[in-house]
Nanobody, 122 residues
Framework: VQLQASGGGLVQAGGSLRLSCSISGRTFRSYAIAWFRQTPGKGREFVAAITLSGGNTFYEDSVKGRFTISRENAKNTVDLQMNNLKPEDTAVYYC????????????????WGQGTLVTVSS
């Protein structure tokens, strides 16, 4: 499985961006696809995840109601729609496959895409 993240950019506070994680190869051994984010000097923070079998979704509290994760089967992507962006959402966003035992834990994810930078100006 290979993952490739795209869609980052510069946006003003209150604006929207849509990130896309393109999936190639077999995902049947992965429990979920998740988005994490990272700022300088900090570890990767869980943002959202979707299970590949049931489509169940999980969100970090600070993004609930603003971000939506979805699987786009026709495009074979997992997208993250981010609305009402805040300066504190500024980070490099990564998508990852795994999460079998703890869907929110970065160490449970074995496969990572490259990051895409999201910058939210105030």
């Amino acid at each position: 499985v290979q993952l490739q993240a795209s869609g980052g950019g510069l946006v003003q506070a209150g604006g929207s961006l849509r990130l896309s994680c393109s999936i190639s190869g077999r995902t049947f051994r992965s429990y979920a696809i998740a988005w994490f984010r990272q700022t300088p000097g900090k570890g990767r923070e869980f943002v959202a995840a979707i299970t590949l079998s049931g489509g169940n979704t999980f969100y970090e509290d600070s993004v609930k109601g603003r971000f939506t994760i979805s699987r786009e089967n026709a495009k074979n992507t997992v997208d993250l729609q981010m609305n009402n962006l805040k300066p504190e959402d500024t980070a490099v966003y990564y998508c990852a496959a795994g999460g079998e035992y703890d869907i929110r834990a970065a160490f449970e994810y074995r496969i990572w895409g490259q990051g895409t930078l999201v910058t939210v100006s105030s």
